[in-house]
């Protein structure tokens, strides 16, 4: 079985890293020594367990992608980099062909959606990898759909806990409130409840300490008018890997579609679901 090379951006990023360090132990993949990282970062080489990889700069990194798919020709990119980066770096892999998986929150999703359809190569793009937790989120939009104004009149609370490096608010706590509003309960992405502070994870949310650096908590809050009745929906994972495993089945899903020779097309984590 020919392995599918893959090439991890965002090293030294931990979530960048964890991926690599899953598809280093699936014999289902090769990882390419070569990821894109930011321009803060002052390393060249990164090692992941025993592979050395080289940090490329973004203003280096015109040139080495032609170099990189001279040697590799074909791979698929994962994108693990930052929020502010999102479009821009869509934008360099539909012009260099580069079928991409990512993972990364934040942008102008309208934009990146556009920019692909525009493009030759198929995407997965999902604010949320966990297989999991992006069957809930199905789950939750099929209610909001058949129920609709179902919570007519129920407050809403959203809170969400994150590690401390993380920069924007949780893509999965802004998918769930679309469909919140369409149970009936109008609430703005401006009102989740965000923390970041490590000292309030650890001793008011009770987040185990060695996971503070790498967590994703959520929990919604839904309360009738009157205050009697009261219904809590809870989400908490911690650690990074499930996030890496469901990546890695995107990966294999994307290869699928490559293979197969779609161009132009934009995927979720729910069309990898149900392919899995």
């Known amino acids: 079985m020919n392995r599918i090379k893959i090439m991890v951006n965002g090293i030294p990023g931990n979530m960048a890293v964890n991926v690599a360090k899953h598809a280093l132990d699936d014999e289902r ?20 367990d025993s592979l050395s990889i080289t ?22 990119s994962v994108d693990y980099t930052h929020p502010l980066a999102v479009n821009g770096n869509a934008e360099f892999y539909c012009k260099h062909n580069l079928p991409f998986v990512m993972g990364t929150t934040g942008g102008d999703r309208k934009l990146l959606e556009d920019t692909i359809k525009k493009s030759s ?20 939009e099929y209610g909001a759909k058949s129920f609709p104004g179902l919570f007519k009149g129920y407050s809403l609370q959203v809170r969400e806990s994150h590690q401390k490096g993380k920069a924007d608010t949780s893509g999965t706590a802004k998918a769930m409130i679309r469909y919140f509003n369409e149970f009936g309960m109008p609430f703005a992405e401006e009102k989740i409840i965000m923390e970041r502070d490590p000292e309030t994870q650890k001793t008011k949310l009770g987040i185990p300490e060695k996971y503070l650096s790498g967590h994703g908590w959520h929990t ?52 990898v679901l149900k392919q899995t």
């Open 29 to 48: 993949f090769e990882v390419i020594p070569y990821s894109f990282t930011g321009p803060e970062i002052a390393e060249t080489q990164y090692v992941v």
């Open 55 to 76: 940090l490329i700069q973004p203003e280096k990194r015109k040139q080495a992608i032609t170099e990189i798919v001279d040697r590799e020709v074909s791979f698929i």
């Open 121 to 140: 190569i198929p995407a997965v793009v999902a604010p949320n990898m966990a297989k999991q937790i992006v069957g809930f989120q199905a789950m939750m």
């Open 220 to 271: 919604y809050t839904l309360i009738s008018e009157d205050r009697t009745v009261r219904f809590e929906f809870t989400h908490n994972v911690n650690g990074r890997d499930i996030y890496a495993k469901g990546t890695l089945d995107a990966i294999s899903y994307l290869y699928k579609k490559v293979e197969e020779g779609v161009k132009g097309r934009m995927f979720t984590m729910i069309d």
